[in-house]
């Protein structure tokens, strides 16, 4: 065989060799079509700091954290609960100093209907706010009303099939990689967890989950891959994917404020960007401005919260944040507060996480800048 002919031969073989890997690669997890889905994360953080020796006391600082979001989705509705509450509890070194504790608790339920179900376009919404802090005189309470426009979609099965496919292939126990609709499919069924627990209990659906997966893969998985699938599935958490964007604008009534008033009407105007790079890392931006009117007492609050978390492995989360939260009124001083943190999660199981967290604080009122190690550890309730 000539040198040209082994040449061409070799083109040709690793161009079908790359058009081949082309048409069977995992999709990506954007390219899932939500119908019907729901989703919860719950989480308790906790972190606690102690030092003795060369001061005057022994010192510490607790801290603790709940963070809970519920989304149910179908092609007309979406209807989202949120509620965080923290606490913390310190004590400085210096000897006749009293220990300080704070805490704050916040919930909101929000319910879009879209005009058009299935559609990524207008929607009316409704929502609802709670909140209490210490050392206010009375409880926060909000309703607000209004119009939106795009969606935002839980791309988290398609994200969880990939991983439970690709470990499938990894112990040898699927040969041939799925089709893009095999994924879809797949995605579909571990998106109806909750439809198989409440069907065959939480003890005995997993089989049927599994099941059900194995019969999309053609059955051929056998006992070891059953197994495998069951695990990735049941002890490997994937941090939620999301996917879309949309912005919203209402008018509503403070019925309670923390200052004791009521009554005082509100304006508020937010807006949400989620985009997955890749399979492996998650961009989130949630920005919302509010401002509430009564005689010539007006206050604006805003706050932008974004988000970047990759996945290092299979158990390692890296989470880095910034929030900006800015406020201003008649009565008070415009504040602006930059919270920037970066953590490292390491999965020890199913539910339990521990983290090391680096934050740094700047705020308007303070010169100096507030720096933070701390370590700690994260509990999954849902």
Do not use: C
Not at 254 to 271: F, H, I, R
Request: proline share 2%.
């Amino acid at each position: 065989m000539s040198y040209q002919k082994i040449v061409i031969s070799g083109v040709v073989a690793l161009t079908t060799s790359v058009f081949t890997l082309s048409a069977y690669a995992a999709p990506s997890i954007i390219s899932y079509k939500e119908a019907s889905s729901a989703y919860s994360d719950a989480y308790v953080t906790g972190n606690f700091n102690a030092a003795d020796g060369n001061q005057q006391r022994a010192s510490y600082d607790m801290n603790l954290g709940l963070d809970f979001e519920k989304v149910l989705s179908t092609p007309s509705r979406n209807i989202k609960y949120d509620f965080t509450a923290s606490g913390s509890k310190k004590r400085s070194s210096t000897n006749g100093e009293a220990a300080t504790n704070t805490y704050q608790t916040f919930g909101s339920a929000t319910m879009d209907k879209y005009f058009r179900a299935g559609s990524k376009g207008a929607f009316w919404y409704g929502k609802g706010e709670v909140g209490a802090k210490k050392g206010q005189q009375k409880a926060f309470s909000k309703v607000t009303a209004g119009l939106g426009y795009g969606r935002v979609v839980n791309v988290t099965p398609m994200a969880r099939a990939i991983r439970v496919v690709a470990a499938l292939r990894n112990n040898g126990s699927l040969t041939a990689e799925p089709s893009n609709d095999k994924y879809q499919e797949i995605a579909t069924i571990i998106a109806k967890e909750a439809e198989y627990r409440s069907k065959h209990g939480v003890r005995y659906y997993q089989q049927y989950w599994v099941a059900d997966i194995e019969k999309v893969l053609g059955g051929t998985i056998g006992a070891r891959g059953a197994i495998r699938a069951n695990d990735v599935l049941g002890n490997e958490r994937i941090s939620t994917r999301k996917h879309g964007w949309l912005v919203r604008a209402g008018i509503g009534a403070v019925l309670s404020d923390y200052d004791g008033e009521t009554g005082k009407p509100a304006v508020e105007v937010g807006a949400e960007y989620h985009r997955p790079i890749g399979n492996q890392t998650q961009f989130s931006n949630e920005a919302i401005l509010t401002t509430t009117l009564k005689d010539s007492n007006k206050s604006y609050i805003v706050k932008n919260n974004m988000s970047l978390t990759h996945e290092i492995s299979d158990v390692i989360d890296w989470e880095n944040k910034w929030t900006v939260d800015y406020s201003k009124s008649d009565n008070v001083d415009a504040i602006t507060n930059h919270t920037l943190s970066s953590a490292f999660n390491y999965q020890l199981g199913n539910q339990l996480a521990y983290n090391i967290t680096a934050t740094l604080v700047k705020t308007d009122a303070k010169d100096d800048l507030d720096q933070k190690l701390s370590m700690g550890i994260k509990y999954r309730l849902k």
